[in-house]
């Protein structure tokens, strides 16, 4: 057994997503045979970005600095915006860099059974920022689950009648996919999407 301490830190990575016990416990053996360099690091950034993080006040992304950097950026496309459920999604699309506008953050999508209202999520924002003016495009990225789409369809009924194009994430298949290995949901919303060849 580990002294307490060690117990502690695995204990604490485990909480991490992705991580069970067992990933924990060679994680913490990864950084005790490498505590000279890779602890070392790993310590100061986490005690660097600790007292730093903030939430953005226009898009909801965590940074160590508000308005975060996407938001600050002069070179991003204010016009349009992108609504993501989480800042998880939003890191993904703008990792992708494939969208050069801004991004607007829910806080999480809307459930009758988790209770989650639209009052508990940031809509009420993103209808006031759309509003002000100055936004063309309001790309609708929720994810494909039966909560993410309830709540792409409840965002579009709040966004109706203003003077904004709306647009959503093409669902289907996924490049490199098998047919056999995909599920029944992902085939249909393919088959609903297909588009002319040439």
Known sequence: MASQEIETLASALARL??????????AVL???????TALVQLVEALAQVQ????????????????PCA????????????????????LWALDRAKLFTGRYHVLGGRLSALDGVRPEDLSIGQLIARVSA???DEVVLAMNATLEGQTTAHYIA?????????LTQLAHGLPVGGELDYLDEGTLAQALRARRPVG
């Open 157 to 165: 009924e709040r966004l109706e009648g203003l003077p904004v194009r």
């Open 30 to 36: 990864w950084l005790v045979k490498r505590r000279e």
């Open 17 to 26: 997503p992705g991580l069970g016990p067992r990933s924990a416990r060679r």
């Open 51 to 66: 007292g730093k993080l903030v939430e953005c006040g226009s898009c909801g992304n965590v940074d160590t600095r508000n």
């Open 133 to 135: 003016g100055g936004i």
């Open 70 to 89: 996407i938001c600050a950026d002069p070179r991003r496309d204010a016009r349009s915006l992108c609504v993501v459920e989480d800042v998880a999604d």
